[in-house]
């Protein structure tokens, strides 16, 4: 990230800084616009970390198959990956959103992130008192301020600190062990499950080799997903397949025989047949409309 000021950028709806940081005011009639995660009636897998508050209206999402109702004062924390499935945004919803790449979080002298990371699996909303969200809003103003003076020498170490800063701060209301949620060992299963296929679906693995990670038998892992999410694992993976490849279709023009090498899929006629069969249409047919 040496060169981060160089590549900042303002649009009328977000501060830009590399591909690392993205502050976003958004409001109702924003929605879908920029890189705002939350779009009406479409499926979302983002690639960064979203730390999302709502401070006026709400929304109700599904985030992998959990159902969440946000409201003013509410923090909503979504990792990579997982599928955010917008239901309904109210008029008056307006969010403020940070989005951060994995590379620039990993990067930050953060205790235990992993820790943080499987508590956010488990309980991704959080009501937040007041003094917090204040310190959100003082958080977005002040990366918003130094992300208006790119030439300033040390805006890379400022802004590394006035992250570090919060997530301290903020990390004793995602632990409070008096909201922990209890889980079973299905949820558990099917958790563990769903991280793997965040990370692994482009590649071409069988459900065995997803149950071999975690050591339990392939039917055992079965039963769990659906248990839990009343959708089968091999649904999963292809949930995650088809929406990568509706994305890399509609925004990126990429040549439907490459989108098929990058989705694990031996050719493109393997590819055109499984998408036709998932959405009703042939990819060339998608791509153009």
């Known amino acids: 990230m040496n060169e981060l000021h160089e590549s900042f950028k303002q649009t009328a709806s977000y501060w830009?800084?590399?591909?690392?940081?993205?502050?976003?005011?958004?409001?109702?009639?924003?929605?879908?616009?920029?890189?705002?995660?939350?779009?009406?009636?479409?499926?979302?897998?983002?690639?960064?970390?979203?730390?999302?508050?709502?401070?006026?209206?709400?929304?109700d999402l599904r985030l992998?198959?959990?159902?969440?109702?946000i409201s003013t004062d509410n923090a909503l924390i979504v990792l990579p990956g997982m599928i955010i499935e917008t239901l309904a945004i109210s008029n008056d919803f307006r969010a403020m959103t940070i989005?951060?790449?994995?590379?620039?979080?990993?990067?930050?002298?953060?205790?235990?992130?992993?820790?943080?990371?499987?508590?956010?699996?488990?309980?991704?909303?959080?009501?937040?008192?007041?003094?917090?969200?204040?310190?959100?809003?003082?958080?977005?103003?002040?990366?918003?301020?130094?992300?208006?003076?790119?030439?300033?020498?040390?805006?890379?170490?400022?802004?590394?600190?006035?992250?570090?800063?919060?997530?301290y701060g903020i990390g004793p209301y995602l632990h409070n062990s008096g909201s922990q949620k209890v889980i079973t060992a299905a949820e558990q299963h099917t958790e563990e499950f769903l991280r793997l296929v965040e990370?692994?679906?482009?590649?071409?693995?069988?459900?065995?080799?997803?149950?071999?990670?975690?050591?339990?038998?392939?039917?055992?892992?079965?039963?769990?997903v659906h248990k839990t999410t009343r959708q089968t694992a091999t649904e999963w993976i292809d949930r995650h397949r088809l929406i990568e490849a509706?994305?890399?279709?509609r925004t990126s023009h990429t040549p439907v025989k490459q989108v098929a090498a990058?989705?694990?899929?031996?050719?493109?006629?393997?590819?055109?047949?499984?998408?036709?069969r998932q959405t009703g249409t042939c990819p060339r047919s998608f791509a153009s409309k």
């Not at 990067?107 to 235990?112: A, C, D, F, M, Y």
């Not at 692994?200 to 039917?219: C, D, G, V």
């Not at 990058?262 to 036709?276: A, C, E, I, R, V």
């Open 16 to 59: 830009h800084f590399s591909d690392d940081i993205y502050l976003l005011d958004v409001t109702q009639e924003d929605n879908g616009r920029t890189l705002f995660p939350l779009v009406a009636e479409r499926e979302v897998m983002t690639d960064k970390i979203v730390f999302l508050i709502c401070v006026a209206g709400s929304v």
């Open 64 to 69: 992998n198959y959990h159902h969440l109702h």
């Open 246 to 249: 509706c994305k890399l279709l």
């Open 99 to 167: 989005l951060l790449s994995e590379k620039f979080t990993n990067s930050l002298n953060i205790e235990n992130p992993f820790r943080t990371f499987l508590f956010i699996l488990r309980r991704p909303t959080v009501q937040l008192p007041n003094g917090m969200t204040d310190s959100f809003r003082n958080l977005f103003g002040m990366l918003g301020g130094i992300l208006q003076q790119p030439s300033h020498p040390h805006i890379e170490q400022v802004v590394r600190l006035l992250f570090e800063a919060y997530f």
């Open 262 to 276: 990058l989705l694990g899929f031996p050719n493109q006629s393997t590819f055109g047949t499984w998408f036709k």
């Open 199 to 224: 990370k692994h679906f482009r590649e071409p693995h069988s459900l065995t080799w997803y149950a071999e990670q975690l050591n339990i038998h392939p039917k055992r892992l079965s039963i769990c």
